[in-house]
């Protein structure tokens, strides 16, 4: 992990127990009342039901369990995907603005997000994509983009809100790209970016 103060940073992991596909990491100031502090939140892409997982990260860089959340979504896996089960970047993003946890859930078509408070997560709210297999979140302010990479790939526009986010209007973009509601992991768009820092806050 990256040792920066009120730094952002989204990795790839693959561990055996419960198939680890995305995590983001937030280490706020200690005068922070409210947001991520010290805190490493991993998604686990669970078929089954996707589930977030905390980790308390201490000053040397050890991580300590401290929860797990279910979103109320299920995972899913790209055709072809060799070790990122989304073959994504982003699937998962901390927003220290709204302090706000926001991931995909691919396999029901949906985004979840949480309010996160040290290392805990809370009020959770979940809407649909706009399309098939959600592969990545951008955020730009109060606007939250997700890319939709399966059946007709697009990208639409939310509105962050204190009770999650809400779909805007009219703001849904087909990228000209047609697949199976299950992309395969070369074809798969990458990510969605609404600027070239918009995963890592400095």
């Known amino acids: 992990m990256i040792g920066l103060s009120a730094a952002v940073t989204t990795v790839a992991a693959a561990v055996t127990t419960f198939s680890l596909a995305n995590a983001s ?18 998604q686990g892409n669970e078929v089954s039901g996707n589930t977030i997982h905390a980790f308390k990260r201490s000053d040397t860089g050890e991580l300590s369990a401290a929860g797990s959340y279910r ?9 072809g ?40 997560l809370s009020d959770r709210h979940s809407v649909s994509s706009g399309g098939d297999f959600p592969l990545s979140v951008a955020v730009y302010g109060d606007t939250a983009y997700v890319l939709n ?21 009219g703001s849904k973009r087909l990228l000209g790209v047609k697949g199976p509601a299950v992309p395969s992991s070369p074809t798969t768009p990458p990510r969605s970016r609404s600027r070239p820092t918009a995963r890592t806050w400095p």
């Open 81 to 120: 995907a060799p070790t990122d089960a989304l073959a994504s970047q982003g699937s998962l993003v901390y927003d220290p603005r709204h302090h706000m946890l926001i991931g995909v859930n691919a396999g029901s078509g949906s985004v979840t997000s949480f309010s996160v408070s040290g290392q805990k």
């Open 149 to 169: 990479g399966g059946g007709e790939a697009s990208v639409q526009g939310f509105t962050i809100t204190a009770q999650g986010l809400k779909a805007i209007p």
């Open 25 to 42: 990491e937030e280490h706020a100031s200690a005068a922070a009342a409210t947001g991520a502090d010290h805190a490493v939140f991993v």
């Open 71 to 79: 979103t109320g979504g299920k995972g899913a896996v790209a055709t």
